[in-house]
């Protein structure tokens, strides 16, 4: 072989290996890269499934509280039957039980709208953090919390009341005579399940009761909303580790094909 057509070869092959320097840097950057996307969803899958259980436990606390105020409602039902035929004994006395459960249910009205308001802006948070990282963790953090000790603090409100009523019961039905009147037995069950709509106080336009459902559709649309973003991020890292195994693979081939190339002109 002449002189030449050696150094041709020699040539071609060195363009070659170059080529092969040239793809195999461009595929060493783009592995780079889907491996930084697929440790950026990581994280926010991790993140997200965080959230998704705390929602699961804000959904399953809502529910407890929607039964809790079910249970009081039938207390109060049947402490409303048995009132009409019990006598006005201790007016007094009962008074002033009456403006404990009536400031209570004042409070209660006032905290779950309160609560109301707090959802709300945890779940645009929350639905906010699942398409942008960068809002801060410790926001979302204080948020669930306070959405937490919200639900907490109706639930307490209505744990006082429900020992308000159950109190009531027992003593009319005691040696004591302890009587509520018909009257303000019903307006407590008003206040529970009717709405009461001053034009001037947004806290009173709706019941207890339909303040305590929204609450638990709130919690199930936070929940079935974080579940969705949820699933997404999954699928969204599933699809990048998949690319980035492709990746990682063009690399290896590369890195084969490059070494082979090299090994070629050292042997000519």
Known sequence: MSTKKTFGVVAAKKEQISILESKLLTAQNTVKKRLAIVSALTEKSVKIET?????????????Q???LLDTVIRQVEELLTNSKGVAL???EATSKNNEVAVTITAV???????????NKLSNLIIREKAINPLVSDELVTLVTTVDKDAINAVALTLVTLKSIFTAQSTAMSSDTIVVLENKQVAQLYESLTTSQVP???????????????QTYENALTLYAGTLAAST????QLHHAKADLDVAETNVSSLQAKLAAAQAAILAS
């Open 108 to 118: 209660t009205h006032k905290l779950i709208y309160t609560a109301e308001v707090v």
């Open 199 to 213: 034009e001037k106080d947004e806290v009173f336009k709706k019941n207890i009761k339909q303040c305590i459902d």
């Open 232 to 235: 997404d991020v999954a699928k």
């Open 65 to 67: 509280t929607k039964n």
């Open 51 to 63: 959230a998704l259980a705390e929602s699961d436990t804000a959904k399953n606390k809502a529910l």
């Open 89 to 91: 004994q201790t007016k």
